[in-house]
């Protein structure tokens, strides 16, 4: 099995995921506010506030990061 580079898209996805896993993790107040500082529409905003009380949603995001750039390297145009 010969593994491919992964695209750039994949990678910018992977990284973008990364990122967003850390902010939720190390910085879950601070994210709160800023997404309540944004000016949102209340159900939106509403919405966003839960996913980052959530810590399932940020080690999702940080265990989806790497394990996209592995499939990304095994299958082919993705």
């Not at 939106?44 to 839960?50: D, E, F, N, S």
């Not at 394990?67 to 993705?78: D, K, T």
């Amino acid at each position: 099995m010969r593994p491919n580079p992964p695209r750039m898209v994949t990678v910018v996805l992977a990284v973008a995921l990364m990122v967003i896993g850390l902010a939720l993790v190390f910085f879950q107040g601070q994210t709160i506010d800023i997404v309540r500082d944004l000016g949102l529409p209340n159900d939106v905003q509403r919405q966003l506030v839960q996913l980052a009380s959530e810590q399932i949603a940020a080690w999702a995001a940080l265990v989806a990061a790497p394990v996209l750039l592995i499939v990304g390297s095994l299958l082919p145009n993705i």
